[in-house]
């Protein structure tokens, strides 16, 4: 099958018993045995649940992974990811992470002894040079968030080769529609589900994805002992939106080139941030390894702050809200919403700006986006 016949598809088959065109919700806790030590494949849904398991089997088939093991939330899935490692192990990862990775990783993780080292992974170089001989794992968002970095995942996988080490890519940003890791040497590649691939603010939940059957088994491991599984409604929602992915990350694509473009030629701002424009940094990698740019935005007023709390406050159709990657178009002040627990020096180290701002372009009609982002600029 072709993407966009996976994207309806994938492991999804009428119900055995009705013929239900949309499988059913297997909302249960436990399983009745047929007799002593005989089951039907389920005993308890903290291990596995049929909903689960076709949600988990769609998303891995769209990733081009053999197997998909499915968690309560994005950051459920980084911890798991993590849980591979012992102490004294060291990971080098990407400098610009979402805030709750680097909170996990410098607040928690640290306590049990893993080190950290954050690089900028767009470099290669810096990547290379930050590897210690107890690194055991590359840890890489592309596009990162919220600076929209974008890391060649080929270099990635080389380094992580001649090292001995796993690579695990946080893909949330991209999607398999328009990137999939796997493809490009990664080990693990992870999405928070609750973002583009669910698609509607509806549900909280994340997903890692191998070819690696020791390293499914492991994953499945830690599932099952710590227990953060999705529910099997969450899961059942997540089939159904995924089924329009397609449509809405080419949407998402087209709407966030336009307003890219649009915010780039104004003169009331100072930066603008996008993978598909050619002022990128990285645009010839973004070209090269995604077939689309994503709805992502990151731009930053002339005016600092004040200017973007006016804009914030004054846009009527953009909501202001956390979270990213749904049908509304969504926008974020990352140094107090998003990343507000990250200390302010290392934020601005990063190049995480106090006016900074995230925009999550939807799939509205993007002239009523334009007029809105046109009137808020006329207020600053």
Same mark, same amino acid.
């Not at 040497?185 to 992870?190: E, K, L, N, P, R």
């Not at 390894?289 to 992502?296: D, I, K, N, P, Y």
């Given at each position: 099958m072709k993407f966009d016949t996976k994207v309806v598809r994938a492991g999804i088959s009428p119900d055995p018993t009705t013929g239900a065109i949309v499988p059913p919700i297997y909302q249960t806790a436990t399983y009745v045995l047929e007799e002593v030590g005989k089951s039907k494949g389920f005993d308890y849904t903290r291990s596995t649940n049929p909903t689960r398991k076709m949600m988990e089997t769609c998303l891995a088939t769209l990733e081009g992974g053999a197997h998909g093991i499915a968690f309560s939330s994005g950051m459920a899935t980084v911890d798991s990811c993590l849980k591979l490692l012992s102490a004294g192990d060291h990971v080098v990862s990407s400098d610009d992470v979402y805030g709750g990775v680097s909170r996990l990783f410098?607040?928690?993780l640290t306590r049990y002894g893993m080190t950290f080292t954050y690089v900028d992974s767009s470099n290669p170089e810096l990547v290379e040079a930050a590897i210690r001989p107890n690194t055991?794992? @590359?840890w890489v968002e592309t596009p990162t968030n919220p600076l929209l970095k974008v890391t060649d995942l080929r270099a990635m996988s080389r380094i992580a080769k001649a090292h001995n080490c796993l690579l695990g890519v946080d893909s949330t940003f991209a999607t398999p529609a328009l990137l999939r890791p796997l493809e490009h040497? /990664?080990? @693990? !590649? =992870?999405h928070s589900t609750t973002k583009y691939l669910s698609g509607h603010n509806q549900l909280i939940g994340g997903i890692a994805i191998t070819n690696d059957d020791d390293l499914a088994a492991k994953l499945r491991f830690v599932q099952k002992s710590v227990g953060a599984v999705p529910s099997p409604f969450d899961c059942w929602l997540t089939l159904l939106g995924v089924k329009t992915l397609s449509l809405r990350m080419a949407r998402h694509s087209s709407n966030a080139m336009e307003i890219a473009k649009y915010l780039e030629s104004h003169p009331k701002v100072a930066r603008v941030t996008y993978p598909g424009l050619e002022s990128h940094p990285q645009h010839a990698i973004a070209k090269a390894? =995604? +077939? /689309?740019? +994503?709805? =992502?935005i990151s731009f930053e007023l002339e005016g600092g702050i004040p200017a973007g709390r006016t804009l914030l406050n004054s846009v009527r159709l953009c909501q202001l809200a956390e979270s990213l990657g749904a049908v509304e178009t969504m926008i974020t002040h990352? /140094?107090?919403m998003t990343h507000a627990? !990250?200390?302010a020096a290392e934020r601005h180290a990063r190049g995480l700006t106090d006016g900074l701002c995230r925009l999550s372009v939807g799939i509205e009609d993007v002239s009523d986006i334009l007029a809105d982002l046109e009137a808020a600029l006329a207020e600053v």
């Open positions: 410098n607040q928690i055991k794992l @590359i040497g /990664a080990d @693990i !590649v =992870m390894q =995604m +077939s /689309a740019f +994503s709805g =992502m990352p /140094a107090t627990e !990250v200390p």
